[in-house]
T-cell receptor, first 115, second 116 residues
């Protein structure tokens, strides 16, 4: 029973292309996130949604557009891909917005390689 | 803004021995949560242990325990009886309990090797 699933697992594409990563959670959580892990393994939040509403939008190029059709799904669309976008992108969810000690539950990540 | 620091980029431990990974954080808040996550080569992020700042008792989970020093803003992870499967990146993380819907902030990670 996969809790947080994201697809695809690997994504190789050329500069300038547009691509999407999908994420779904079956935990009944209210909040979902996108994190980016760079080549040095540093994890940085990109976006957070609570019940389909954008809560956190860090300093991310507007080529990145998250979309949450319902609270169980959070997709990430990237336009005009650049070499620097190469990274591992993690989707995560948590029970609520942080009032409890609910940890993040992560998907297995999508390794994006831009050539 | 809160920050999380892990001063040991790499550590190694002999199998069956004990190792301690360091983490310090900076915050002006008094109520928050702290976590340790493990990321093995499979790249899956796995929760190891969590600590509420209002609890004085240190959290333990089997072979994993923490030393939480609130005044010093320190949150170290001790792994006892190290096993080969403990080899991974370990991330310390902070989450506010005072701000709704706040993000989880991660440290830069410590790469742990286990020597057979």
């Amino acid at each position: 029973d996969t809790a947080v699933s994201q697809t695809p697992k690997y994504l190789v594409t050329q500069m300038g292309n547009d691509k999407s990563i999908k994420c779904e959670q079956n935990l009944g959580h209210d909040t979902m996130y996108w994190y980016k892990q760079d080549s040095k393994k540093f994890l940085k939040i990109m976006f957070s949604y609570n019940n389909k509403e954008l809560i956190i939008n860090e300093t991310v190029p507007n080529r990145f557009s998250p979309k949450s059709p319902d609270k169980a799904h959070l997709n990430l669309h990237i336009n005009s891909l650049e070499l620097g976008d190469s990274a591992v992108y993690f989707c995560a969810s948590s029970q609520d917005g942080g009032i409890t000690n609910s940890p993040l539950h992560f998907g297995n990540g999508t390794r994006l390689t831009v050539t | 803004a809160q920050t999380v620091t892990q001063s040991q980029p790499e550590m190694s431990v002999q199998e069956a021995e004990t190792v301690t990974l360091s983490c310090t954080y900076d915050t002006s808040e008094s109520d928050y949560y702290l976590f340790w996550y493990k990321q093995p080569p499979s790249r899956q992020m796995i929760l190891v242990i969590r600590q509420e700042a209002y609890k004085q008792q240190n959290a333990t989970e089997n072979r994993f325990s923490v030393n939480f020093q609130k005044a010093a803003k320190s949150f170290s992870l001790k792994i006892s009886d190290s096993q080969l499967g403990d080899a991974a990146m370990y991330f310390c993380a902070y989450r506010s309990a005072e701000t709704s819907y706040d993000k989880v902030i991660f440290g830069p990670g410590t790469s742990l090797s286990v020597i057979p």
